[in-house]
T-cell receptor
Framework: GAGVSQSPSNKVTEKGKDVELRCDPI?????LYWYRQSLGQGLEFLIY????????KSGLPSDRFSAERTGGSVSTLTIQRTQQEDSAVYLC?????????????FGPGTRLTVL | GDSVTQMEGPVTLSEEAFLTINCTYT??????LFWYVQYPGEGLQLLLK???ADDKGSNKGFEATYRKETTSFHLEKGSVQVSDSAVYFC??????????WGAGTKLIIKP
């Protein structure tokens, strides 16, 4: 079946602009996660959704970052007033549930470059 | 808090060599353990996992055994190929929802 998809695959933007990153999880997966992968920082958890609600937003780096999920499916990560330090690969993952044994399946990522 | 420590890279081996990438963890609960692989230019893929002590995960010739007594989950392969060149990440997931990641180990296999 189809895996996790993300769009765009690459995004170049100017400092101060807003960007939206999209994630389509695997059908039937109730949990959805956003991570960030940047040079020197490794993999960093941002936020997760159970259904349409986000019980934990503590990983979001600043209030410029927000995310939503609609219909228990597609999620959008929005970064307002982008800064150069936001440059990274943004990864989305989904899983059937949130137990310790549930495997997270990752999308190919969106590479964001802020000039 | 929970953490994962894996050996620093890059690790450079010749084709058909034996591979070990060390991974140790700290967790208060009973986590599941994972190895993910990221091939050049691609996304993260699950390589193998183990959900309880003494379980062995295996896939594509790679193996890792969940050792509770040594809090380890070392990745091994008997004979590596050039196509195994990638970055390997060890991770844990406990009763919390998020994956806790190691820093990643870059593996380079020379023909």
């Amino acid at each position: 079946g189809a895996g996790v998809s993300q769009s765009p695959s690459n995004k170049v933007t100017e400092k101060g602009k807003d960007v939206e990153l999209r994630c389509d999880p695997i059908s039937g997966h109730t949990a959805l996660y956003w991570y960030r992968q940047s040079l020197g920082q490794g993999l960093e958890f941002l936020i997760y959704f159970q259904g349409n609600s986000a019980p934990d937003k503590s990983g979001l780096p600043s209030d410029r970052f927000s995310a939503e999920r609609t219909g228990g499916s597609v999620s959008t990560l929005t970064i307002q007033r982008t800064q150069q330090e936001d440059s990274a690969v943004y990864l989305c993952a989904s899983s059937l549930g949130v137990s310790a044994t549930d495997t997270q399946y990752f999308g190919p990522g969106t590479r964001l470059t802020v000039l | 808090g929970d953490s994962v420590t894996q050996m620093e890279g890059p690790v450079t081996l010749s084709e058909e060599a034996f591979l070990t990438i060390n991974c140790t963890y700290t967790a208060t609960g009973y986590p599941s353990l994972f190895w993910y692989v990221q091939y050049p230019g691609e996304g993260l893929q699950l390589l193998l996992k183990a959900t309880k002590a003494d379980d062995k995960g295996s896939n594509k010739g790679f193996e890792a055994t969940y050792r509770k007594e040594t809090t380890s989950f070392h990745l091994e392969k008997g004979s590596v190929q050039v196509s195994d060149s990638a970055v390997y990440f060890c991770a844990l997931k406990d009763s919390n929802y998020q994956l806790i990641w190691g820093a990643g180990t870059k593996l380079i296999i020379k023909p």
